[in-house]
């Protein structure tokens, strides 16, 4: 059964960089048609997508934060991880690693990790 | 403000039915497929309805949705106390190369 987990602190300074690694357990990262994504949401707020990317190192960003955001794939270690430099206290949110289906305008995030909680804050 | 627009609350009785709309344009709703998530109070979202009309396995036939033009609905059929939940319709905007939420609706079973 596949299961996703995210990790990385929970405090980050503001003007840091936030980092976090999503472990993927019971499936590959290598997996044909799907795409592996951030999506996080503000304390009381709704879900925002952050990114995906594909097991070959495609990606696509959430126009609102590609200019801070670079998310990367590790097919050795079967992880992908997100970097979100220059934090605000706009970012705190509970951050979610997911696998997302994209093809041909199907699109759906059909395994969710917990969630981590990423506070900013000085 | 989000692309995709939900009420920001419903509710209805146990054993009720209710429906929540979501309203997009023809750059995401109109010539994409529509998914719903169910998020219970405390825990992550967890996909409701896919290719805007589909039950992943294990989701009961209480759900249902469809979607017509540049909008589309959830209904859920039988309503039971453990149904509270915020449910969100997501999308593929074409225009913005973006996945797009809505805002969130809150199910209050009175």
């Known amino acids: 059964q596949l299961q996703l987990q995210e990790s990385g602190p929970g405090l980050v300074k503001p003007s840091e960089t936030l980092s976090l690694m999503c472990t993927i357990s019971g499936g590959s990262v290598i997996s044909s048609g799907y795409y592996w994504g951030w999506v996080r949401q503000p304390p009381g707020k709704g879900l925002e997508w952050i990114g995906s990317?594909?097991?070959?190192?495609?990606?696509y960003y959430s126009p609102s934060l590609e200019s801070r955001l670079t998310i990367f794939v590790d097919t050795s270690r079967n992880h992908f991880s997100l970097n979100l430099k220059s934090v605000t206290a706009a970012d705190t949110a509970v951050y979610y690693c997911?696998?997302?289906?994209?093809?041909?305008?199907?699109?759906?995030?059909?395994?969710w990790g917990l969630g981590i909680l990423v506070t900013v804050s000085s | 403000q989000s692309v995709l627009t939900q009420p920001p609350s419903v509710s209805a009785a146990p054993e009720q039915k209710v429906t929540i709309s979501c309203s997009g344009s023809?750059?995401?709703?109109?010539?994409?497929?529509v998914s719903w998530y169910q998020q219970l109070p405390g825990t992550a979202p967890k996909l409701l309805i896919y290719?805007?009309?589909k039950r992943p396995s294990g989701i009961p036939d209480r759900f249902s949705a469809s979607k017509s033009g540049t909008s589309a609905t959830l209904g859920i059929t039988g309503l039971q106390t453990g149904d509270e939940a915020d449910y969100y319709c997501?999308?593929?905007?074409?225009?913005?190369?973006?996945?797009?939420f809505g805002g969130g609706t809150k199910l209050t079973v009175l």
């Open positions: 997501e999308t593929w905007d074409s225009s913005l190369s973006a996945v797009v």
């Open positions: 023809s750059s995401n709703i109109g010539n994409n497929y």
């Open positions: 290719d805007n009309n």
């Open positions: 997911a696998r997302w289906l994209n093809s041909y305008g199907h699109t759906n995030f059909d395994t």
């Open positions: 990317i594909y097991y070959t190192g495609t990606t």
